[in-house]
């Protein structure tokens, strides 16, 4: 059974950084793209970033280029979101998500329950 | 960006009765159209993929349907564990993925 298991929100000021975890279980996480959707307090979800199998290929919603950056630590079977410049506007749950194929194009077949991120003085 | 738009906001439906969701998008993405749920407090769940396939453990009475620039998802026979906020999202053109904005589905 695919887990993945999200860590590292808060409670953080604006202009400081975050760096979010995603444990991955249950699948080989080598072989497959993963991404960070998140989703606002109340509102709909919106896809952030998505990663390849591996690492060579990586895209971001506009809003977050040139301050989030996202990695993968394969033998650790670990997603990553580094998170600069936070601004309140990047309040939300983060989701991890897994992609269908080994390149970050398609669908999310499995989600984690979320990490909440709070910015705000 | 390709935009998605869902209608109806909000749809009520009788228990075993069909529901149907729409979501366009504003170009074609051929059938790369997937489907979420997601109930209250919990993470989404894909239900259909490739605008017409049903994901694994998915029961029967989903259905979607479409291509190009319009798209449905069926219910059939509606059943209270259907109570949910249902979530379009294309793929075909990236970055980046984009989701619709929803559709509630209430059980009378």
């Known amino acids: 059974e695919v887990q993945l298991v999200e860590s590292g929100g808060g409670l953080v000021q604006p202009g400081r950084s975050l760096r979010l975890s995603c444990a991955a279980s249950g699948f080989t996480f080598e072989n497959y793209a993963m991404h960070w959707v998140r989703q606002a307090p109340g509102r709909g979800l919106e896809w952030v970033s998505g990663i390849s199998s591996n690492s060579n290929s990586r895209a971001y919603v506009d809003s977050v280029k040139a301050r989030f950056t996202i990695s993968r630590d394969n033998a650790k079977n670990s997603l990553y979101l580094q998170m600069n410049s936070l601004r309140p506007e990047d309040t939300a749950l983060y989701y991890c998500?897994?992609?269908?194929?080994?390149?970050?194009?398609?669908?999310?077949?499995?989600w984690g329950q979320g990490t909440l991120v709070t910015v705000s003085s | 960006e390709i935009v998605m738009t869902q209608s109806p906001a909000t749809l009520s439906v009788s228990p075993g009765e069909r529901a149907t969701l729409s979501c366009r998008a504003s170009?074609?993405?051929?059938?790369?159209l997937a489907w979420y749920q997601q109930k209250p407090g919990q993470a989404p769940r894909l239900l259909i993929y490739g605008a017409s396939t049903r994901a694994t453990g998915i029961p029967a009475r989903f259905s979607g349907s479409g291509s190009g620039t319009e798209f449905t998802l069926a219910i059939s026979s509606l059943q209270s564990e259907d109570s949910a906020v249902y979530y379009c999202?294309?793929?075909?053109?990236?970055?980046?993925?984009?989701f619709g904005q929803g559709t509630k589905v209430e059980i009378k």
């Open positions: 999202q294309q793929y075909n053109n990236w970055p980046p993925f984009t």
């Open positions: 170009q074609s993405i051929s059938t790369n």
């Open positions: 998500a897994k992609g269908p194929y080994f390149h970050n194009s398609g669908y999310l077949d499995s």
